[in-house]
Structures are given as C-alpha cells and as structure tokens.
Nanobody, 128 residues
Framework: EVQLQASGGGLVQAGGSLRLSCAAS????????IGWVRQAPGKEHEGVSC????????YYADSVKGRFTISSDNAENTVYLQMNSLKPEDTAVYYC?????????????????????WGQGTLVTVSS
C-alpha cells in the first residue's frame, strides 16, 4: 500500500521560504515519480513539481519555476520541496503524490500526479 506522509507547511510572509518533506513507503521507490499537487482556495488541483527516483528528472509548473526546487533522498525514501520567494498566490494545501513511471510516460507528469496516489495535505499560507 502506497503511503505518503507530508510535513513542513506553515505560515510565512511573502518572499520567505519553506521546505516540505514527503516520506514514502509501501512501494518500490525507483519505479515511481513523487511530487506535489496543490489546491488553492476556490481553485482546482494543480501539479506543482515532481521528481523521478530512477533518473533524477525533475518537472515544474511554470508558476513555480525558478523559485521551487524538488529533490530526493533515495536512501531515506523522502522527497523535499524547497520553496523560495513565496508569493500569496502560493497559498494552498499541498499534497504529496506518487505515480508510476509508466503512467508518466503516457500522460505526462502533471496529469499522472493528479491521477496517482496522494497523502494527506499540509497547509502553506503566505501572507502579503
């Protein structure tokens, strides 16, 4: 059973930084991409970023490129999302998500995460 445990959310002022962590278990880490989906108030879910555990490929939404960095510690089965230069529009519940590499090749990273397995969310609030 895929289990994803997210942590690291909180309240930060605009321009500040936060780091989210996702501890994964219950599946073969190298066979999956792991990343983050967020849902802002009143908006649809949005793929934010993901990383391939097998080859280290990374993917980012245009809205976070240059500000967010995703990384993984394969020994610890943990993925991190370093979020810098945060903006009020980054306020959302962030969900850790996992999808198989096979599905990513068919659907692309964003859609594969949205259709994949999710953990519980962690709230990120950016004040102006």
């Amino acid at each position: 059973e895929v289990q994803l445990q997210a942590s690291g959310g909180g309240l930060v002022q605009a321009g500040g930084s936060l780091r989210l962590s996702c501890a994964a278990s219950g599946f073969t880490f190298d066979d999956y991409v792991i990343g983050w989906v967020r849902q802002a108030p009143g908006k649809e879910h949005e793929g934010v970023s993901c990383i391939s555990s097998s080859d280290g490929s990374t993917y980012y939404a245009d809205s976070v490129k240059g500000r967010f960095t995703i990384s993984s510690d394969n020994a610890e089965n943990t993925v991190y999302l370093q979020m810098n230069s945060l903006k009020p529009e980054d306020t959302a519940v962030y969900y850790c998500a996992a999808a198989s590499e096979t599905v990513l090749k068919t659907l692309g990273w964003g859609r594969s995460l949205l259709l994949g397995s999710w953990g519980q969310g962690t709230l990120v609030t950016v004040s102006s």
